[in-house]
């Protein structure tokens, strides 16, 4: 997936958390203003009745029980020279004008009751409320946290429905480029489902048109070399080319036909071996290592074996001179050499058919890698290496040609 797309689903995504924030917030505002009004109107109808209900008594606990029963900070009795009368916290005498509204305590003594802020304390608001009474005093009510918990519980919510929603729009962020990356996963894959079958129909025609050629010309040569032993090198290096002729055809024919899997269980740290011992054979300055424990997988033993020769061997063709084969549990089996490496200009691209910078090379040897692998359950990838090349392949199992190939 290219850089443009995945910034468009970060611009949807915080688009989507912008909006549903907006939403949330617009909720929690008319909650809270619901809740404020509805807290306000309980401290008006409490000090109403209170204010009644006291006027002929002073009596300190029945403040207390008001206090109580309603979780306020605080109740007190003001009388017209501003001392307190009686109270909760707040003891008789001098009252402290600096926790008062003065001009709202006036419009109380006025006979005018209201209800508003009042001051703070280590952060958190108190709320006051003045009430006259019948008997020329003042109730004053300081609600505080305790009382408007309804509120701070809103909050609380308010909080957690912004985390709900970013958690929910990085899910869907991730979601989407999960999506994104597996559709264009999709369309690779098709492409390069196109490609084979163009593939296919090249060597339908090659096998028709070369491979029995091939066969004539080798009888001939083979027969012209025991007839003119003095010029068997000649011939030899004519078989050669002929037999590379003949590797190349089979090569395209791999890719063009499923032909069916003999399965068999397969223990892959010897399959390894036998193919180190191959390639030392055909390359004799490469060194081949393999390590691993006993790992066993059913597949199709020669079509593996092809699959990890064609490594090893385009390895020794770019001039590697050390390969080590590495099978783990996964099953798991890496392959990494010592030679020049991939060029970034093929990686992208380097088991797509015709793909190769290798002199004299076909280009199709690691799309047989891809396909053996895949029709294994499994996938092969180009690892990042400090030096020469690195392939991991992860094995799942074998299954049957593949349905929409003929």
Known sequence: MNRRRALAVLAAAIALLVALNALVYSLYRSEVNTVAASLDDRLTALGGTAARFLATTDDPALLAVVVAQNRLEDAYIVDPMLRVVAGVRTKPGSLNLLRVDQDRMANALAGKPSVGNGYSVANASVETAYFPMANGRVLALEAGEEFHQPEARLRTTYLTAVGISVLAVAVFALALLLALRALERTRLAYGRAERLAAVGQMSAMVAHEVRNPLAVLRAHLELARER??????????????????????????????????????????????????????AIHTLEVEVSGPTVSLDGDRA?????????????????????????????????????????????????????????????????????????????????PAARGARFSIILRGAHGPDPDRG
């Open 228 to 281: 003119d032993a003095a010029q068997s090198e000649r011939y030899n290096e004519m078989l050669g080319e002929v037999e590379r002729i003949n590797g190349l055809t089979k090569e395209f024919m791999t890719l063009a036909r499923d032909t069916p899997l003999v399965v068999e269980p397969i223990e892959l740290t010897e399959l390894a071996r036998e193919v180190a011992a191959n390639a030392r054979l």
């Open 303 to 383: 079509k593996l074996q092809q699959a990890l020769y064609n490594l090893v061997i385009n390895a020794g063709q770019v001039g590697a001179q050390h390969v080590r084969i590495e099978v783990a549990e996964g099953p798991r089996i890496t392959v990494s050499d010592d030679g020049p490496g991939i060029p970034a200009d093929v990686a992208t691209t380097l088991f797509d058919p015709f793909v190769t910078k290798r002199p004299g090379g076909s280009g199709l040897g690691l799309a047989v890698v891809r396909h053996v692998v895949e029709r294994h359950g499994g996938t092969i990838e180009l690892e």
